[in-house]
DNA sequence: GTCTATACTCCGATAGAC
DNA sequence: GTCTATCGGAGTATAGAC
């Protein structure tokens, strides 16, 4: 991959977050990456593609970026490492909104534009996995099924709430609280899934009416 | 407001379904409503104008979805009541999947078009305190702060898990499961709050490291 | 691989008649 | 209030030189 190739994607998720998928021009895209046009044209098929191209991009960067935060602050313990790896992404680090951007931007166009989808689908299973994983080494005697059912809820709830966040409905402090108090939600639940095991898939309904 | 006003409105709604905010064109919009694009410019400004209608249309249409599904089918019990209010956009009926599309897409577009943004705060507030109220019903003893963050909650996690529904990366029915699962998490959540008024603000987290 | 210059399409918005 | 006709700008994509 050569560098000019990276630095358009890198201007690409840059202008994405300050202009939204629709709002991307290439001109304007040229400018920000300091190539011309015809370029962009160059390496990327065309508008469609440069925004597959983009959505790769940016999800191999939000892993790096995880990753690096691991290294810099080593988690005390596996709730620790699953509330920092959940709440990175409600940061204002200017790339990490403008990677939370651009995802949420990308997402969204996806609903009309089907090359986007499997991308998207392939990111969105390993992320599940990965929270579903974390919760089981905070929760290691509850069953598969909770799991990652706690880890679809978690990441959905993630995603709602950086989307208020994003649009501006929801202050940023706000969006952490309520992650953090969801994620604490979620982990007494397991631990009462692991605790009843006779509570089957439905958890605690009988009870509720 | 006149007939035609409110077609063009409908009109708007079904064509960002289709297309997406992105997708919009007056020309489309003009075929769909069965008048003129000039007729469109008349009473709405501007394209930022009739989206910012739209957005306000498509909110007062999910509010009389709702009363009407509640007069249809009357819920048993105040659960009961609220699983069908949260459920009620996780459904593929036409105008449900018109209304979430275009909700998603005006909410998506409000990142960089800032007009929209007090329509949006507006409904979201709305929504959220309406949830709270009905939670309230099912556990009336929760302290009216647990009972706010349990509705951001659940409100940022049905509009994370519609975003998922939409974009084609997770089908329907585990949507609705995760739905109905995030529900009954909370409310349990909000029966151990009521249930252990001493548990601040932080639930249960001294016991989870 | 990278540039400059340009072709051509599409679309938002307005003018002006009825 | 509603239409037809049209303008002007913006934006995607390509041609062709280096």
Redesign the pocket.
């Known amino acids: 991959m ?4 990276t630095a358009i994607l890198e201007a690409a998720a840059t202008v994405i977050a300050r202009r939204g998928v629709r ?8 400018e920000e990456a ?10 990327f ?4 593609g ?1 925004l597959r191209r983009t959505l790769a991009f940016v999800n191999n960067r939000a892993e790096r970026y995880t990753a690096e935060q691991e290294a810099a602050d080593p988690p005390a313990g596996p709730l620790r490492r699953l509330e920092q790896a959940l709440l990175l992404e409600l940061q204002d680090l200017p790339h990490v909104r403008e990677n939370s951007t651009a995802w949420g931007e990308l997402r969204a166009s996806a609903v009309f534009e089907t090359e986007l989808r499997s991308e998207l689908a392939l990111a969105s299973v390993i992320w599940i996995r990965e929270v579903a994983d974390q919760l089981g080494e905070v929760r290691p005697t509850a069953p598969e099924s909770a799991l990652a059912a706690s880890a679809e809820r978690l990441t959905a709830l993630l995603e709602g709430l950086s989307a208020r966040w994003l649009c501006g409905i929801l202050p940023l402090p706000d969006a952490r609280t309520a992650m953090r108090e969801g994620i604490a939600v979620e982990v007494a639940h397991l631990a009462r899934r692991a605790a009843e095991p006779s509570t089957e898939d439905t958890p605690s309904r009988a009870n509720l009416d």
């Not at 300091?34 to 962009?40: E, F, P, T």
């Not at 098929?45 to 469609?48: E, K, L, S």
């Open positions: 050569s560098d000019r190739r709002g991307l021009r290439v001109e304007e895209l040229a300091g190539v011309s046009k015809a370029l962009i044209y160059y390496h098929d065309d508008r469609a440069l």
